[in-house]
């Protein structure tokens, strides 16, 4: 997912960082990771990564979720879910179809409701991992953006790292935005969410799993 941030709202940002001096946040490589105890203390953590070579941005999301990894990989991986939309950032979702281990799937969101994107996201069962890329990018503003989600068990429950790359057109603010409305706010949000929907249906991704 991606935001577009209209000109008039990065001239104010852009005001409001520069007459507040805000810095931004500091940037630490990709292979930094939460320690155990303050995973367990706080569920999530926010990192800014380095970006890859052509520029743009990149974050790390990590975060734990009250379900065992057998449970949560069928949740990340049911393209067909209903319960896309009840994430306030989704306005539509569908999945167009699935050949092997990847999935075509096509959102539209709530900030920008007119512009459709299009996900290729390859799902390897073996290492619980998901590689996503917006395959539309040209036509979402993108200059590119892809990424991945592995999941690991972490005691009772599974830990979820998130790693994106991305570049369009008022990304380093979105990124750098200490209020709603910025990165750290929707990613907390995301955490929130995938853990909240998780327990209304682990019932039911339960009997899929133990149904093989």
Known sequence: ???????????????????????GLPVHPVTIEPTPQELYEKKRVIYRIAPEQRGGEAFKLVYLVP???????????????????????????RLIHTVGNVSITENSYTNVPNDTFRWRTTSDHRHYRMDF??????????????????LEPFRQYTKVTHTAY???FGASLWVNMP??????????????????????????????????
């Not at 008039?8 to 810095?23: Q, R």
């Not at 890329?133 to 592995?150: K, M, P, R, W």
């Not at 039911?204 to 799993?209: E, G, P, R």
């Open 67 to 93: 379900a065992s990894i057998e449970i949560f990989w069928r949740f990340k991986t049911d393209f067909e879910g209903a319960f896309f939309e009840s994430n306030r950032f989704i306005k539509a979702h």
């Open 1 to 23: 997912m991606r935001y577009r941030l209209f000109p008039a709202l990065l001239l104010n940002l852009f005001c409001f960082l520069f007459l507040t001096g805000f810095i």
């Open 133 to 150: 890329t917006l395959v539309n990018a040209d036509e979402c503003g993108h200059h590119f953006h892809y990424g991945s989600i592995q």
């Open 179 to 212: 209020f709603a409305g910025g990165m750290s706010s929707f990613l907390n949000y995301l955490a929130r969410w995938e853990k909240e929907t998780i327990l209304q249906l682990i019932d039911h991704y339960s009997k899929h799993a133990a149904n093989g």
């Open 166 to 168: 991305f570049d369009f």
